[in-house]
């Protein structure tokens, strides 16, 4: 079914962006609450952030990212936070997008890379999602999801085959800390987790190490060891917090704790990759 009066795509700004640090507000604004309803409840059009090309970071081989817009978690490190109000992206169809896709597919299959539908929290809109992602398998494209895992339950067995890898974010173990970090409960993130390993789908974890809030050494080894037991986990991402998002959080009025915190010391990335290899895990 279609949604409700959808309105005509936004020309402008591109999709495209140079980088999703490009800050992005209020694309969709101009788009109902019926609409925004009926787009969540039937996922025939999505709200993007972006694409950016080129990406070697967001899974195998050279990667197009759709970066969606709304996130219902609050990392106190969010390098985007611009992505948390669904509003602020642009809305596409699945057609749309798909035909953005279809420019690079030849490359991207050459290359061994893929598609990733990143964030932003891409289950936010796991209607779109689901459609997306399977439209994307069907023109024989690798397919990457990268989540936090809270709502993955709301993917059913099917849709989640078409996902070929997931890249899972898991940010602390405590779920004090966790809670501390994003403001939200972490029990949802590894059931997800489990899940996927029963279903033997592949997972890269995505850990971002940010001195004085995850890098606690017990925490980092609880997190390897339930990696480790999954069984399905491929590699270990370290990503060492940045400055780089910053001014979007003064340019968005809100307030960011994270000032003064330095990026981690070489040394500090370093023990932190140990202990994921101690685990028996490929961490990079
Ligand atoms: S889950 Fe990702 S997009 Fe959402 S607040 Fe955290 S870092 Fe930002």
């Known amino acids: ?39 969540l409840s039937h996922g025939e059009m999505g709200f993007l952030h972006s694409f950016t090309t080129g990406s070697m970071v967001d899974g195998p081989g050279v990667r197009v990212v759709a970066w969606t817009a709304g996130c219902m ?27 953005e896709l279809r420019k690079y597919s030849a490359g991207l299959k050459a290359m061994a890379g893929g598609f990733t539908l990143s964030g932003g929290e891409p289950l936010m809109q796991a209607r779109f999602v ?3 992602l399977t439209a994307v398998k069907g023109i024989g494209v690798h397919t990457a999801l990268d989540t936090n895992g809270y709502y993955g339950e709301r993917l059913t067995d099917e849709e989640l085959d078409h996902v070929d890898l997931v890249l899972l974010d898991l940010k602390a173990w405590d779920p004090e800390r966790h809670k501390r970090i994003t ?24 850990f971002v190490l940010v001195p004085g809030l995850s890098d606690d050494p017990a925490d980092i080894e609880r997190i ?7 069984g399905v986990v491929q590699r270990v991402d370290v ?15 809100l307030t960011y704790t994270l000032e003064d915190t330095p990026t981690p010391s070489q040394e500090l990335v370093e ?14």
């Open 130 to 132: 689901a459609r997306l």
């Open 1 to 39: 079914m279609e949604p409700a009066n959808r309105p005509e795509p936004h020309a402008e700004p591109s999709l495209h962006a140079r980088s999703p640090y490009e800050l992005r507000v209020d694309h969709g604004r101009h788009v109902s609450d019926a609409d925004v309803r009926a787009a």
């Open 183 to 206: 403001g939200m409960d972490v029990a949802p993130t590894h059931a997800f987790a489990r899940r996927l390993a029963a279903r033997r789908r592949p997972i890269w974890v995505r």
């Open 271 to 284: 023990r932190t990759l140990d202990i994921f290899r101690g685990a028996g895990l490929k961490a990079v």
């Open 73 to 99: 978690w609050r990392c106190a490190y969010c390098h985007n936070p611009d992505t948390w109000t669904m509003t602020n992206g642009i809305p596409v169809t699945v057609p749309q997008a798909l035909t």
């Open 224 to 230: 390897a060891a339930f990696a480790a037991e999954l």
């Open 239 to 253: 990503l060492p917090f940045h400055q780089m998002g910053q001014f979007k959080w003064k340019r968005l009025g």
